[in-house]
């Protein structure tokens, strides 16, 4: 396999209120937040992002879209020496149901690659993956948003793909995550979760190889310079767990892209249409 001996300057083009998606709309003060304008399904689905907002462009013209094919002969890795990934322990996170997704919003955590150093904002959650690797999907994606607003919005996405568990098991992180998703289950509600514990997270990621490349959000705006880094090892995840989150999330994948610097693929069908 090879490896990426560098890391170019990422800059994205959203604006750092928008650049994570879900994570900085207005939050109200009586329990409830605000349900994102977007969703997966009609017309409020990913192939009318840009019909809902003009500012969403390059969710239909981007050539450098996310999710994509993750092939493993063909995409970079970073040496996990060059990533350090840090989130401390906390106390409690705030557990929102955004109606096109569920969140964690945690900003106590940092990112340091070979060139940037970035903050954490969120962490969401996709039902089925949104990226496939070796054209398989997996059940469940996690994505942990960090941003460095030094650098014009720029940001950085690391993700985990989970697989369910033949023994049962799942990470000792999500299950305090999940353990509290009975009470968002109504969109616009938010709970608070109880301790979380990343030192296994962190542990998993630096133990495994790690997927590079530069894309995009994966959500409304869709901008792009998004630097992706993906765990090659899929987290475990009991089948408890993923119902109970399914049945919430239902559904929240956007469909994978075309590769990485061809035409975005609503342009090429609408040229077919035409």
């Known amino acids: ?37 977007f969703n997966y399904t009609n017309t409020g689905g ?42 401390p322990k906390a106390d409690e996170a705030k557990f929102e149901n955004l109606g096109s997704g569920l969140e964690v919003v945690l900003t106590n955590g940092t990112l340091v690659t070979k060139d940037n150093s970035y903050k954490l904002a969120q962490f969401h959650f996709h039902t089925p993956s949104e990226h496939r690797i070796n054209d398989e999907y997996f059940p469940m994606e996690a994505h942990f948003v960090f941003e460095n607003a030094a650098l014009a919005g720029a940001a950085a996405v690391v993700g985990f793909v ?3 568990s033949q023994f049962g098991y799942s990470t000792p992180l999500f ?5 509290h998703i009975d009470d968002i289950a109504t969109p616009g509600t938010y709970t608070k979760t109880g301790p ?34 993906l765990s090659t090892e899929p987290l475990p995840l009991n089948v408890q767990s993923y119902n109970a989150v399914k049945h919430v999330l239902k559904f929240n994948a956007r469909y994978t892209q075309n590769a990485l610097g061809q035409d975005n693929l609503l342009e090429v069908a609408a040229k077919k249409l035409n």
Not at 175 to 179: C, K, N, P, T
Not at 200 to 228: D, F, K, M, Q, R
Request: hydrophobic share 35%.
């Open 1 to 37: 396999m090879k490896f990426a001996t560098s890391v170019l300057p990422f800059i994205a083009a959203a604006s750092a209120s928008c650049l994570h998606g879900t994570s900085l709309l207005p939050r109200s003060a009586d329990g409830t937040v605000d349900i994102n304008p």
């Open 46 to 87: 990913p192939l009318n992002w840009y019909g809902l907002d003009k500012e969403n462009s390059a969710c239909s013209k981007g050539k450098r879209q996310s999710p994509i094919v993750i092939e493993t002969d063909d995409i970079d890795y970073v040496n996990t020496n060059s990533l350090r990934f840090n989130v």
């Open 162 to 164: 989970f697989e369910l």
């Open 175 to 179: 299950d305090s995550v999940f353990a």
């Open 196 to 229: 979380l514990d990343f030192s296994g997270l962190t542990a998993h990621l630096h133990s495994h190889g790690i997927y590079y490349y530069n894309g995009s959000l994966t959500t409304p705006p869709c901008s792009e310079g998004v630097a992706w880094y």
